[in-house]
């Protein structure tokens, strides 16, 4: 699968799966916070401090330059489906979710500074990795306790993996199937 494929699974999930019943039920709600504003932002403010959101397109490409450089210095280079995750749409916490009997929490990026921390956290995972002759995975979801769903860069699978272990159980054969099976 493409990172068109997984583009397209992450906006049918986001807005055709969760978004009706997360409105719906209230779910998209995050404290508001004026020092942290976000494109995907609804409205305005609660009394009780709290502001909805919607999953909304970035309109432009997120660069992810630090990240390729990164890659590069250690021979690899990006898979099209990290920047498929992570660039395609401003969105508040997708939780809730289930995948191989583990509770799901989508990897999201709120605002532009997040993005930005999250693409440079990406590029020293990548760094510590080649420097420890790690194979280079990158989060896609966490599952509770020290579980997280990782990309394997090389292959595009979708791992589960504990933190600070080599490896992981094969859970799907790429991102775009990893979330259609959401």
């Not at 997120?62 to 920047?83: M, N, Q, S």
């Not at 020290?146 to 272990?165: R, Y």
Request: proline share 7%.
């Amino acid at each position: 699968m493409t990172e068109d494929d997984a583009r397209t699974r992450l906006g049918a999930l986001l807005f055709d799966g969760l978004w009706p019943g997360l409105d719906e039920a209230g779910l998209n709600v995050v404290e508001y916070d004026p020092g942290w504003q976000s494109p995907c932002q609804l409205g305005e403010p609660t009394p009780g401090g709290v502001i909805r959101w919607k999953p909304v397109p970035m309109e432009q490409a997120p660069d992810f330059t630090e990240l390729e450089r990164a890659l590069t210095r250690i021979g690899a280079t990006l898979h099209p489906d990290v920047p498929a995750l992570y660039g395609s749409f401003w969105c508040g916490p997708v939780d809730g979710l289930e995948h191989s009997g583990e509770t799901v929490s989508l990897c999201t990026v709120w605002n532009a500074d997040e993005l930005r921390r999250t693409v440079h956290g990406l590029a020293e995972q990548a760094r510590q990795a080649g420097k420890f002759g790690d194979d280079i995975t990158f989060p896609v979801a966490s599952a509770y306790g020290d579980l997280f769903f990782v990309l394997d860069n090389a292959t595009g699978s979708i791992l589960l993996q504990e933190i600070g272990h080599r490896g992981g159980r094969k859970v799907a054969p790429s991102l775009a199937q990893f979330l259609a099976d959401l």
